[in-house]
């Protein structure tokens, strides 16, 4: 069953359920397995499925995704999650392996998804995994990089001039129309894809002998990766496995920073950063959901701007870090929060690195 969480309607799991509630907010599961009350012995061969008692999706199709590296970051006294080390170069492999497992249960035969160059790959790569169809909706200007890695699948690619947005537009209006009867596998609105995403969160916790960073900071467009992340550590805590929630951080892009804009009035920003060309996201699926997770952990939302992200993304790679831009604009946001005194100085911080250079 999937549940809004905005209005509380409620729709059974099939191939034919609604993308979205008729209300317009995001649907969830309703319902998800109770966790034991301390926790198993973790099997990891089973990569981010040894979770599975956590997530409401059963494991279908896996590459053995998962168990990033949690490694010292060199000059600022925090940890990275090395979350690019995955089968198609980003963290979306963690929600694309739960979506098309979701979709082998329901018996899917064919997915849609729209997608700047990463969740567009990922969606690719475990369909060919699990035999389904895809049909990757991507902007015409998508890094050819991204773009070879999801032609390389079979999948068919449709490339939409304009904006972000407009591809999301674009792929939205074929999904409601009659031009293709794919199932929207979308990292923004699919439940499923948010069930994978959590598990960064558990894995923290498991690297860090079950307690939870002060902070974790994490890129924000969608909020794919941060509200798989507040997920996962509140199911921790509900199940007693951590104590606390961390305050959780999103760094958007600046001129794209719909949530930071919430917060404060304005991104504080007129400059526009298009290096981060993986969160250029102006109207977030899950906006409401976002702005209640930051309230609800005591974080934040900011924007930074190119040069800065420019600058940290060069400094990542000579530390032999070789992330694609967008993820720059985290560690360059956690420099601004110590600035600012909004993380204090010896406070325990974890920073998620999102993307592989390889594909940049
Ligand atoms: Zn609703």
Same mark, same amino acid.
């Given at each position: 069953?999937?549940?809004?969480?905005?209005?509380?309607?409620?729709?059974?799991?099939?191939?034919?359920? &609604?993308?979205?509630?008729?209300?317009?907010?995001?649907?969830?599961?309703?319902?998800? &397995?109770?966790? &034991? !009350?301390?926790?198993?012995?973790?099997?990891?061969?089973?990569?981010?499925?040894?979770?599975?008692?956590?997530?409401?999706?059963?494991?279908?199709?896996?590459?053995?995704?998962?168990?990033?590296?949690?490694?010292?970051?060199?000059?600022?006294?925090?940890?990275?999650?090395?979350?690019?080390?995955?089968?198609?170069?980003?963290?979306?492999?963690?929600?694309?392996?739960?979506?098309?497992?979701?979709?082998?249960?329901?018996?899917?035969? =064919?997915?849609?998804?729209?997608?700047?160059?990463?969740?567009?790959?990922?969606?690719?790569?475990?369909?060919?995994?699990?035999?389904?169809?895809?049909?990757?909706?991507?902007?015409?200007?998508?890094?050819?990089?991204?773009?070879?890695?999801?032609?390389?699948?079979?999948?068919?690619? =449709?490339?939409?001039?304009?904006?972000?947005?407009?591809?999301?537009?674009?792929?939205?209006?074929?999904?409601?129309?009659?031009?293709?009867?794919?199932?929207?596998?979308?990292?923004?609105?699919?439940?499923?894809?948010?069930?994978?995403?959590?598990?960064?969160?558990?894995?923290?916790?498991?690297?860090?002998?079950?307690?939870?960073?002060?902070?974790?900071?994490?890129?924000?467009?969608?909020?794919?990766?941060?509200?798989? !992340?507040?997920?996962?550590?509140?199911?921790?805590?509900?199940?007693?496995?951590?104590?606390?929630?961390?305050?959780?951080?999103?760094?958007?892009?600046?001129?794209?920073?719909?949530?930071?804009?919430?917060?404060?009035?304005?991104?504080?920003?007129?400059?526009?950063?298009?290096?981060?060309?993986?969160?250029?996201?102006?109207?977030?699926?899950? =906006?409401?959901?976002?702005?209640?997770?930051?309230?609800?952990?005591?974080?934040?939302?900011?924007?930074?701007?190119?040069?800065?992200?420019?600058?940290?993304?060069?400094?990542?790679?000579?530390?032999?870090?070789?992330?694609?831009?967008?993820?720059?604009?985290?560690?360059?946001?956690?420099?601004?929060? =110590?600035?600012?005194?909004?993380?204090?100085?010896?406070?325990?911080?974890?920073?998620?690195?999102?993307?592989?250079?390889?594909?940049?």
């Amino acid at each position: 069953m999937y549940r809004c969480s905005s209005c509380g309607r409620s729709y059974t799991e099939s191939a034919d359920s &609604p993308w979205r509630c008729a209300c317009g907010h995001a649907l969830d599961f309703a319902e998800r &397995p109770t966790p &034991p !009350a301390t926790p198993p012995e973790l099997d990891r061969d089973a990569g981010l499925w040894a979770f599975e008692e956590l997530l409401a999706v059963d494991r279908q199709v896996t590459l053995g995704e998962g168990w990033t590296p949690l490694v010292e970051a060199p000059d600022r006294d925090a940890e990275y999650k090395l979350d690019w080390l995955f089968p198609t170069g980003s963290f979306k492999d963690r929600g694309a392996t739960a979506t098309i497992s979701q979709a082998l249960e329901l018996g899917v035969d =064919r997915v849609v998804e729209d997608s700047s160059g990463n969740a567009g790959a990922a969606i690719a790569t475990y369909a060919a995994r699990a035999g389904i169809d895809a049909e990757i909706f991507v902007p015409a200007s998508a890094k050819p990089g991204k773009l070879r890695a999801i032609e390389r699948t079979g999948a068919t690619v =449709r490339k939409i001039e304009g904006s972000r947005q407009d591809v999301t537009d674009a792929c939205i209006a074929a999904v409601e129309g009659d031009e293709t009867d794919a199932w929207y596998a979308s990292h923004a609105w699919n439940p499923a894809f948010f069930e994978g995403t959590a598990t960064m969160a558990c894995e923290i916790g498991a690297q860090r002998g079950w307690t939870a960073p002060d902070v974790l900071v994490t890129p924000l467009g969608h909020g794919t990766l941060f509200l798989g !992340a507040s997920r996962g550590f509140s199911r921790l805590k509900e199940a007693g496995w951590i104590e606390e929630m961390p305050r959780l951080y999103g760094i958007q892009a600046a001129g794209s920073a719909p949530i930071a804009a919430a917060r404060h009035g304005s991104d504080r920003s007129t400059e526009k950063n298009d290096l981060a060309d993986g969160i250029q996201i102006q109207k977030p699926a899950r =906006r409401e959901q976002l702005l209640t997770a930051i309230e609800q952990t005591g974080g934040d939302a900011i924007a930074v701007g190119a040069d800065r992200t420019e600058e940290v993304y060069d400094q990542l790679h000579r530390q032999g870090l070789y992330t694609e831009p967008t993820c720059a604009v985290a560690p360059a946001g956690l420099d601004v929060l =110590r600035d600012r005194g909004e993380i204090a100085p010896g406070e325990d911080v974890v920073v998620a690195l999102t993307g592989s250079g390889l594909k940049t």
